[in-house]
């Protein structure tokens, strides 16, 4: 499978953005789906995942501001981030588990296929 991930680009702090993942090459709607985002010098943290049964898990950091959801006939994977802060800036990369359906992992090692990351800069 390939992920291609859009959406990403410069708001202000307050504004908001749409991210887009759309998976293609295999069954798209059988694994959990993720969004993860990075700083330089840090680890890729878990921003937002979804199982297949629409089962979903948020960063305590984005809850109440973030909603990821799935559209499995597009194949593709959505993260609405509403109320931006500068300290949401990272690069973000859409991920897939495919040896899990239901389980959501917050380890990046459990991930085994990665989109290209579109960055998301908040300005305060």
């Known amino acids: 499978v390939q992920l291609q991930a859009s959406g990403g680009g410069l708001v202000q702090a307050g504004g908001s953005l749409r991210l887009s993942c759309v998976a293609s090459?295999?069954?798209?709607?059988?694994?959990?789906m993720a969004w993860f985002r990075q700083t330089p010098g840090k680890v890729r943290e878990l921003v937002a995942a979804?199982?297949?049964?629409?089962?979903?898990h948020y960063a305590d950091s984005v809850k109440g501001r973030f909603t990821i959801s799935r559209d499995n006939a597009k194949n593709t994977v959505y993260l609405q981030m509403n109320s931006l802060k500068p300290e949401d800036t990272a690069t973000y990369y859409c991920?897939?588990?495919?040896?899990?359906?239901?389980?959501?992992?917050?380890?990046?090692?459990?991930?085994?296929?990665w989109g290209q990351g579109t960055l998301v800069t908040v300005s305060s």
């Open positions: 991920a897939e588990d495919s040896d899990s359906g239901e389980t959501i992992y917050s380890s990046h090692r459990r991930y085994d296929t």
């Open positions: 979804i199982s297949r049964s629409g089962g979903i």
């Open positions: 090459g295999r069954t798209f709607s059988n694994y959990v």
